[in-house]
């Protein structure tokens, strides 16, 4: 059966920090992927989606950046942090052909991150 | 910008009732998606129907969609205080970008 990891599940970072979000996914190959962020008590913004290693789409221009060294593995990173950024990030990814999602998504369990 | 919005915000109501939750968007689709989340947990996909489906059932879950007017709504029927959660619909877009976009969520809160 497939199944979605996701680490830390809580992050208190400082300003200015680095960040290194970790995402994989076992089960399945050549899965499509997805960052979002949620704000407290608000909807889901996606940040960055992948269909294929190394393939990145960014929906939102800010400082985090993400990478799929392999073909299960979705990093998100920053190289400084900013107090904008705490929030709850969820990873997720789906199976369907053209990513229309017809299977549905599968979502990891978050990380909480602060930044402080 | 969210696609789709969520009506109303949040909804309490007593176990054994029904629930209903509406939500709107604002381009073509090519399938809306129901979504639960509990309290800092992730999200847990309950139930698709596709831009040419009108009604969808699933247990206690009865999903419509209307094409016409933008609008769809999820009804939870005899519902439990397990039930309380926040609930999401989701849209993936016909042409163009191949991901979810999510409105902002109905708070449901049950009773007992």
């Known amino acids: 059966s497939q199944t979605i990891h996701q680490w830390p599940a809580t992050l208190v970072q400082p300003v200015g920090s680095p960040l290194s979000l970790e995402c994989t996914v076992e089960g399945t190959s050549n899965p499509n992927l997805y960052w979002y962020r949620q704000a407290a008590g608000r909807g889901l913004q996606l940040l960055f989606y992948?269909?294929?290693?190394?393939?990145i789409s960014s929906e939102v221009p800010q400082n985090l950046s993400a990478s799929r060294p392999q073909d299960r593995q979705f990093i998100l990173s920053s190289k400084k942090l900013l107090l904008s950024d705490s929030g709850f990030y969820l990873c997720a990814w789906s199976g369907s052909v053209q990513g229309r999602g017809l299977d549905g998504y599968t979502f990891g369990s978050g990380t909480r991150l602060t930044v402080v | 910008s969210q696609q789709g919005e969520e009506d109303p915000q949040a909804l309490s109501i007593q176990e054994g009732e029904n629930a209903t939750m509406n939500c709107s968007y604002k381009?073509?689709?090519?399938?809306l998606q129901w979504y639960r989340q509990n309290s800092g947990r992730g999200l847990v996909h309950l139930i698709l129907i596709r831009s040419n489906e009108r009604e969808k059932h699933s247990g206690r879950l009865r999903v419509t969609l209307d094409t016409s007017k933008k609008s769809s709504s999820l009804l939870i029927t005899a519902s439990r205080a397990a039930d309380t959660a926040s609930y999401f619909c989701?849209?993936?877009?016909?042409?163009?970008?191949?991901?979810?976009?999510f409105g902002s969520g109905t708070r449901l809160q049950v009773q007992p």
């Open positions: 381009t073509s689709i090519n399938n």
């Open positions: 992948s269909v294929g290693i190394g393939q």
């Open positions: 989701a849209t993936v877009k016909d042409t163009g970008r191949r991901a979810l976009t």
